[in-house]
C-alpha cells in the first residue's frame, strides 16, 4: 500500500466520556423496557449522558490532548485536526473551536459527517493526506452526543446510544503502520437510520417559499441495520485484508464499531476470529457512535492489552448507510 515513500503510524490515543452514568436499570424509569431485555439484546448495561453544560467541544478537547501528551508532540505539530461527528455543537462545525481550545495554531480543522463510520472515514481520509507528503501529524477526534438526537419515548433506539469522545494521533513516519482499507457506502438503504431534517414551509415574500424547520431525533429499522451490519462488516474485513495481503487469522485485535453485543459476535464468527481477539467495551458506554472505536482503541492501549505492532482490524457501520474497514499496526 506505501505511496511516495511516506509510511503512516499511530502514536497517542485519548478519550473522554462524561461522568454520569445511566444503567439499564435507571432506563426503565424512561420506557418500558428492563435490563434483562436490553442486556440480552445487545449485550449493554450502562451509558455515559452528557448533562446540558457538557459540549461536544469539551469532551473531544479533553481526549485530544490525552492522544497529544501520548505521542509526545505539542498542539504546535499538529497540521490537520478532523472531527469525526454527527452531534457538533455547531453545524458549520466544531473542529476549529477544538483548535482554539488546544492552541494548534498551525493547524487546519474540518468536520466530517459519516455517522457510526466517521472514525475508520476519518483514518482514511487523514491516511491520504499524509501519505501525499501534504501533512506529517494529523489528530482525528470521534465524538458523539447523540443523546441530544435520541427519541427518549422510542424503546427501540433510546436503550442502545451513549456519549463519548475518542482520539489519535497519525504521523508521516519511515516504516508504514497504515496497511488497507476500504469504504463504502449505499444511499438506496438511506431510510434505515435517519437524523434528518424536517422541512416547515414559510413563505418569506409572496411567491417565495423557504424552508425553516428543525431536526428530527434519531429513527432506525432495527432489523435492518442488523441484517446489513452483519453482512455487510465482514465482506469490508475481508476486502480491507486483503489489500493488506493479510488473512483473518494474522489479525491481533478485531476492534468493531461498539453497536451491539450480536453483531460483534456474529462478524467474528463470520470471519473465524476468536473471542479473545474481539475488543468490546460496549457494556459500559453503549453505542457512542463516531466516538466507540478511538474509546475502545484508547482503553486497550491504556490496559496494555494492544501492544505496540499488534495488528489491528477496525470497521464501522452505520447511516447513510455507510461502512468500512482499515487495517494498522500501532505505534510507530
Ligand atoms: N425493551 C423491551 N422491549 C423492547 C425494547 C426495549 N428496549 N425495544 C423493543 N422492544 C420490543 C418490541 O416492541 C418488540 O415487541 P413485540 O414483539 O411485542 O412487537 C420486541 O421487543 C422485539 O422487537 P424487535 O425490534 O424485533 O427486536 P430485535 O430483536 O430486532 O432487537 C435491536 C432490537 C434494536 C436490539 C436490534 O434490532 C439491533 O440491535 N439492531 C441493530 C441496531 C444498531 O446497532 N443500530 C446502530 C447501528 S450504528
Same mark, same amino acid.
Given at each position: 500500500?506505501?505511496?511516495?515513500?511516506? !509510511?503512516?503510524?499511530?502514536? !497517542?490515543?485519548? @478519550? #473522554?466520556?462524561?461522568?454520569?452514568?445511566?444503567?439499564?436499570?435507571?432506563?426503565?424509569?424512561?420506557?418500558?423496557?428492563?435490563?434483562?431485555?436490553? @442486556?440480552?439484546?445487545?449485550?449493554?448495561?450502562?451509558?455515559?449522558?452528557? +448533562?446540558?453544560?457538557?459540549?461536544? #467541544?469539551?469532551?473531544?478537547?479533553?481526549? @485530544?490532548?490525552?492522544?497529544?501528551?501520548?505521542?509526545?508532540?505539542?498542539?504546535?505539530?499538529?497540521?490537520?485536526? &478532523?472531527?469525526?461527528?454527527?452531534?457538533?455543537?455547531?453545524?458549520? !462545525?466544531?473542529?476549529?473551536?477544538?483548535?482554539? =481550545?488546544?492552541?494548534?495554531?498551525?493547524?487546519?480543522?474540518?468536520?466530517?459527517?459519516?455517522?457510526?463510520?466517521?472514525?475508520?472515514?476519518?483514518?482514511?481520509?487523514?491516511?491520504?493526506?499524509? %501519505?501525499?507528503?501534504?501533512?506529517?501529524?494529523?489528530?482525528?477526534?470521534?465524538?458523539?452526543?447523540?443523546?441530544?438526537?435520541?427519541?427518549?419515548?422510542? %424503546?427501540?433506539? #433510546?436503550?442502545?446510544?451513549? +456519549?463519548?469522545?475518542?482520539?489519535?494521533?497519525?504521523?508521516?513516519?519511515?516504516?508504514?503502520?497504515?496497511?488497507?482499507?476500504?469504504?463504502?457506502? +449505499?444511499?438506496?438503504?438511506?431510510?434505515?437510520?435517519?437524523?434528518?431534517?424536517?422541512?416547515?414551509?414559510?413563505?418569506?415574500?409572496?411567491?417565495?417559499?423557504?424552508?425553516?424547520?428543525?431536526?428530527?431525533?434519531?429513527?432506525? $429499522? !432495527?432489523?435492518?441495520?442488523?441484517?446489513?451490519?452483519?453482512?455487510?462488516?465482514?465482506?469490508? &474485513?475481508?476486502?480491507?485484508?486483503?489489500?493488506? $495481503?493479510?488473512?483473518?487469522?494474522?489479525?491481533?485485535?478485531?476492534?468493531?464499531?461498539?453497536?451491539?453485543?450480536?453483531?460483534? $459476535?456474529?462478524?467474528?464468527?463470520?470471519?473465524?476470529?476468536?473471542?479473545?481477539?474481539?475488543?468490546?467495551?460496549?457494556?459500559?458506554?453503549?453505542?457512542?457512535?463516531?466516538?466507540?472505536?478511538?474509546?475502545?482503541?484508547?482503553?486497550?492501549?491504556?490496559? $496494555?492489552?494492544?501492544?505496540?505492532?499488534?495488528?489491528?482490524?477496525?470497521?464501522?457501520?452505520?447511516?447513510?448507510?455507510?461502512?468500512?474497514?482499515?487495517?494498522? =499496526?500501532?505505534?510507530?
Amino acid at each position: 500500500m506505501q505511496q511516495l515513500g511516506i !509510511g503512516i503510524a499511530f502514536t !497517542g490515543s485519548g @478519550s #473522554c466520556t462524561p461522568s454520569f452514568s445511566l444503567s439499564n436499570q435507571m432506563l426503565s424509569q424512561v420506557v418500558e423496557t428492563s435490563d434483562e431485555w436490553i @442486556s440480552s439484546r445487545t449485550g449493554i448495561r450502562e451509558r455515559r449522558l452528557a +448533562d446540558a453544560d457538557t459540549s461536544l #467541544c469539551a469532551i473531544a478537547t479533553e481526549a @485530544s490532548k490525552q492522544a497529544i501528551a501520548m505521542a509526545q508532540i505539542a498542539p504546535t505539530d499538529i497540521d490537520l485536526i &478532523i472531527l469525526a461527528t454527527s452531534s457538533a455543537d455547531d453545524l458549520f !462545525g466544531t473542529a476549529s473551536q477544538i483548535q482554539t =481550545q488546544l492552541g494548534a495554531t498551525k493547524a487546519v480543522a474540518f468536520d466530517l459527517t459519516a455517522a457510526c463510520s466517521g472514525f475508520v472515514f476519518g483514518l482514511v481520509t487523514a491516511a491520504q493526506f499524509i %501519505r501525499t507528503g501534504v501533512y506529517q501529524n494529523v489528530l482525528l477526534i470521534g465524538a458523539d452526543i447523540l443523546s441530544r438526537w435520541v427519541n427518549w419515548s422510542d %424503546r427501540g433506539t #433510546c436503550v442502545l446510544f451513549g +456519549d463519548g469522545a475518542g482520539a489519535v494521533i497519525m504521523q508521516a513516519n519511515p516504516c508504514d503502520r497504515f496497511l488497507g482499507f476500504e469504504i463504502r457506502s +449505499d444511499g438506496t438503504q438511506n431510510a434505515c437510520l435517519n437524523l434528518a431534517y424536517r422541512p416547515q414551509p414559510k413563505e418569506l415574500i409572496t411567491g417565495v417559499t423557504i424552508s425553516q424547520g428543525a431536526y428530527q431525533t434519531i429513527t432506525m $429499522n !432495527g432489523q435492518e441495520v442488523y441484517r446489513f451490519a452483519v453482512k455487510k462488516v465482514p465482506e469490508v &474485513i475481508e476486502k480491507a485484508l486483503y489489500r493488506s $495481503n493479510m488473512t483473518p487469522a494474522e489479525i491481533d485485535w478485531l476492534l468493531l464499531h461498539q453497536a451491539n453485543q450480536r453483531i460483534l $459476535n456474529a462478524v467474528a464468527q463470520r470471519l473465524n476470529i476468536p473471542d479473545e481477539k474481539v475488543i468490546s467495551n460496549l457494556a459500559n458506554y453503549g453505542n457512542t457512535s463516531a466516538a466507540s472505536i478511538p474509546l475502545a482503541l484508547d482503553e486497550a492501549v491504556r490496559q $496494555n492489552q494492544i501492544k505496540i505492532g499488534d495488528k489491528i482490524a477496525v470497521a464501522g457501520f452505520g447511516a447513510g448507510l455507510t461502512w468500512g474497514a482499515a487495517i494498522f =499496526q500501532w505505534g510507530r
